[in-house]
């Protein structure tokens, strides 16, 4: 192996959650982006007694990306070491990690895509990832961490909340669909049971069930847990870009085109014993669902199996994804989404709730204080807020993005749109307007289409019965070769790749060129004007401090 890895402890300490501890934060940082919200900015948050919250998306190609940069400083390394099967950690390390960093302009390893059929090998990097971002953000304080999940990425949920777990994470909050299954996927991994997940295939009327057995991965193949799957579409014919691009050989593009087997019958060679009493120290964390109106937080309470620790009561000025107006869908002359009454959330009816001992707290457009004041009289617990805290100092976003969202807001010259079609979830999706990014249509003209990460694709049963997987920001021959109407395709956006491009992991393309990224804010950034009313720098201290309405 390249390096050894750090010695650190590996088993995690059981702790009481913070409900149990009888304390709620008034402040929840969100989990934004892919990275945005990365362990810096959480445990900076953590450590001031509010929640810091990592954002669960899209860890496994950040886990791979940094070891390849050489992983300056060594934070991953370390974490890494604190996982309780040394080999699989090992495993990856060997894969993935370059001393001192890949050349410039060479381009990333790919990672193996997530999918419900043999995809063990990106199941076992998700919940790595997802270990190690939860292990830095607790490292070294005593305050709670959160992570957030989107449930519109069906697989990655149950490994990567395995992963947190490990890590012992405090809170996970999912957005963006209908988190009823949480709580009882939250209890069950906690125990080290395996989990039924039901997958929404296009064209089916059933569910796909795909089963996650949380000990079976720990024990699963070291070999396998090295390899890439060398497809971009999940297996389903030969790849759009080959893994390289256009005209670029294979080797060149350090792409392995390698089978992932099933799992050995017996145990494989080198693999050491699971750590004693493993399972036995993991907790489970608390769930918050994050919604758009109260009658879905109603409906998630009335069940033990689906009613959370809490909600997130999100508007639509919040950035990311965002629930669509309720009725028929209309736009603006602008194409943004026109929203009513009926998406003002009737804060009284989540009285009762509260009676019921469920807490809940609100988002968009939350950052300041009279917000905050507003929220608590209201019966809420806190806010939650993200953009104050994506462009502070601590924050995952490339410092070049940040500062060019303060300057053109100091100049009055911001605009960020609740853009309808640009994600295939089919969500509304916040876009900031700014030069050389995915907000330009010429950039997105421009960006060769290619499905090479697939967080995003949705399953779809096949003419010959199996499944497969599809997105509409794919090419559109791709997607619509696997039965994809080409109309929803119209102005779609690489999420994937353009949100890591965002925190300085985009893909190197042929011809030195490097995906373009894509920004995400909220619609209400006053709160520039008083914590950077001249463009200067500010920490997530700073944000906390002038939300509590304390000196700054």
Not at 433 to 446: H, I, Q
């Amino acid at each position: 192996m390249p390096t050894a890895l750090v010695s650190a402890p590996t088993v995690p300490v059981s702790v009481p959650t913070a409900r149990a501890a009888g304390t709620l934060p008034q402040v929840i940082q969100g989990g934004m982006g892919v990275g945005v919200s990365g362990w810096q900015l959480a445990r900076a948050v953590s450590r001031t007694g509010q929640l810091g919250v990592v954002s669960g998306t899209a860890l496994d190609a950040v886990l791979a990306r940094r070891l390849q940069l050489g992983d300056p400083g060594g934070d991953v390394r370390r974490a890494l070491a604190a996982f309780p099967v040394p080999e699989l950690a090992a495993a990856v390390m060997e894969r993935y990690y370059v001393p001192g960093g890949i050349a410039e302009g060479e381009r990333f390893r790919t990672e193996p895509m997530l999918r419900a059929e043999r995809g063990e090998a990106a199941e076992l990097l998700t919940v790595l990832g997802n270990f190690v971002e939860v292990w830095l953000a607790k490292e070294g304080h005593e305050g709670v961490v959160g992570i957030n999940y989107l449930a519109k990425v069906q697989l990655a949920v149950a490994p990567g909340l395995f992963g947190a777990i490990l890590a012992g994470v405090d809170y996970v909050l999912v957005g963006a669909g209908v988190p009823a299954h949480i709580p009882g996927l939250a209890r069950r991994l906690s125990r080290g049971e395996p989990v039924t997940v039901e997958l929404a295939v296009d064209g089916d009327e059933a569910v796909y069930e795909h089963r996650f057995d949380p000990r079976a991965v720990l024990a699963g193949d070291v070999r396998g847990a090295a390899r890439t799957g060398g497809r971009c579409d999940g297996g389903e014919g030969p790849c759009e870009c080959g893994g390289a691009g256009a005209g670029q050989p294979k080797g060149n593009a350090r792409v392995q085109d390698v089978e992932i087997g099933a799992r050995p019958s017996t145990e494989p060679e080198g693999l050491s014993a699971l750590p004693e009493g493993l399972f036995a120290g993991l907790h489970r964390p608390d769930v918050l669902a994050i919604v758009s109106l109260p009658v879905l937080a109603s409906y998630l309470a009335r069940d033990e199996t689906t009613r959370p620790d809490g909600f997130v009561i999100e508007t639509h000025g919040a950035g990311g994804h965002s629930a669509p107006p309720r009725g028929a869908l209309k736009l603006d002359e602008d194409g943004e989404p026109v929203y009513g009454p009926r998406d003002v959330p009737d804060l009284a009816k989540m009285a009762s709730l509260v009676d019921q001992g469920i807490p809940f707290w609100l988002a968009g457009g939350a950052a300041h204080p009279e917000r905050l004041a507003e929220a608590r009289a209201a019966g809420a617990a806190g806010v939650q807020v993200g953009s104050a805290f994506a462009l502070c100092e601590e924050s995952g976003m490339a410092a070049e993005l940040r500062e060019q969202v303060k300057s053109r807001a100091q100049d009055d010259t911001l605009k960020v749109r609740n853009d309808a079609a640009a994600s295939p979830t089919a969500f509304p999706f916040k876009v900031a307007d700014l030069p050389g990014t995915l907000s330009e249509p010429s950039v997105r003209e421009e960006r060769r289409r290619v499905c090479d990460l697939g967080y995003l694709r949705t399953p779809y049963r096949t003419a010959k019965g199996a499944l497969g997987y599809r997105c509409s920001a794919e090419p559109e021959a791709a997607f619509a070769r696997k039965g994809g109407d080409t109309a929803l395709a119209d102005g779609k956006v690489c999420l994937c790749n353009g949100l890591l491009a965002a925190i300085g992991l985009g893909q190197r393309r042929p011809g030195a060129t490097v995906e373009p990224p894509v920004v995400t804010l909220g619609q209400d950034l006053g709160f520039l004007a008083e914590l950077s009313p001249r463009g200067e720098a500010y920490s997530a201290v700073d944000v906390v401090n002038w939300l509590m309405n304390s000196e700054r």
